[in-house]
């Protein structure tokens, strides 16, 4: 099933934080809705075709700030949308804790470039 799918967006968050699940779902969603909005502002035809296809959404474990830094980088060299997001620090996390990054929605090929390796959460 995987093969249908052309377009997808890829969460890493970090685990080193020991965030609780709720955290983290907040985190992801962050993500998910920042990087899809630097996609409809840059590269609105990645985003209708994900949208078409399904919003596939991938969340992969990084292991600290400096990974999370790494493939934000290496997003902006692919000219991806990504977003990086910092926490407010209202409840678990010193505020400005880099907690996720999302790649996408980007073609799936790209974005496996960065990410393709990293395991699930």
Do not use: C
Not at 74 to 80: D, P, T
Not at 91 to 102: H, Q, S
């Amino acid at each position: 099933m995987d093969n249908i799918f052309k377009y997808k967006q890829v969460i890493a968050v970090r685990t080193d934080l020991n965030m609780s699940k709720g955290k983290i779902a907040v985190q992801v969603a962050h993500a998910a809705v920042t990087a899809a909005f630097e996609a409809f502002k840059h590269k609105r035809e990645w985003l209708e075709k994900w949208l078409r296809e399904g919003q596939k959404k991938v969340v992969v474990q990084a292991s600290s700030e400096n990974e999370l830094i790494r493939i934000a980088n290496e997003a902006e060299e692919l000219g991806l949308p990504y977003a990086i997001i910092r926490d407010a620090g209202l409840t678990e996390l010193p505020p400005n804790t880099l907690t996720a990054v999302a790649i996408g929605p980007a073609p799936s090929n790209m974005v496996d470039k960065i990410t393709g390796k990293m395991k699930l959460l």
